[in-house]
């Protein structure tokens, strides 16, 4: 068996293996994702990729958000390209990773909530159906951006109770109104967002944070998930976000009258596990 390469990206992390019959090597670099981050970024990370690859692989399947386009996929393309000559390359979406990983084979509805968020019908190998995927402006529902953008609002808004705003300063001991400033000239506004959505899991019992984080869950399974019920088919879960809110998440689905399936805040090992069971790209 030829090595391979394959990859799990967010805009905030990406998880890679490198693989052969035998043996697997892991490793992790900062986010990728052709919609929102400068190629010049992008082009540093592929480099980084390329250092930690023990050898050359044959074949790179790359799954990462932001994929869903034909411009994202021809700028991943040239990049990798650059750094990798030769190698026979497949740019996927995050969620037919998400669907792959967690479906093992059989047909499944997949949700990410991790910087951002999306869901889709997967039978188990292929993306059936999907919504657009809108964004961290406009979508991202229950996702980590959109978690610290509302603790942000609670607290410069001054609507946060004085003890989780003492706990809130204690942990950003450093944020001020310029802040605001820094955010809108980031080069990664979502991911910068979701940092501090660690912050809304840790304290999501908090009076202030309980409404927020069931609503935002209930959002996102009406304007995500509801288009599935019908199929009676199992809801699978990955995602950072995802993971440490599955109790709420499960709670919620039950509410519905949906079933929770997988979860998983890990998704390169069962990613690696379908292609060594699958050959297929």
Known sequence: MAYK???????????????GAKQSTHFETDGINPTTQDPSYLDTILEKTKFNCPDLPADIIFYGA?????????????LFEKHFPNVHLTIQSDILASGRGLCEGAEGIVA?????????????????HQ???????????????????KLLQLYFLNKMDAQLRQHFENQYPTLNHDFI????HSQKPASKLADFARFAIQHKNAESLKPIIKFGIEEFIENRILIYKPLQL????????????????RTSLNNYGLNFGNCSQKLIQHLLAYHLKYETH
């Open 234 to 249: 199992p809801v699978h879960l990955c995602g950072s976000i995802g993971y440490y809110l599955r109790d709420e998440f």
């Open 5 to 19: 390469l394959v990859a799990d990206a967010g805009s905030s992390k990406t998880d890679w293996v490198f693989f």
């Open 181 to 184: 400033f820094q955010l809108y």
């Open 112 to 128: 990410i909530l991790g910087t951002g968020s999306h869901a889709a019908h997967c039978d188990g190998h292929a993306i059936v």
């Open 131 to 149: 919504l657009p995927s809108l964004g961290y402006l406009l979508g991202d529902e229950a996702s980590g951006n959109y978690f610290g953008k």
């Open 66 to 78: 932001g994929c869903n386009s034909q411009s994202a996929k021809d700028i991943l393309t040239l």
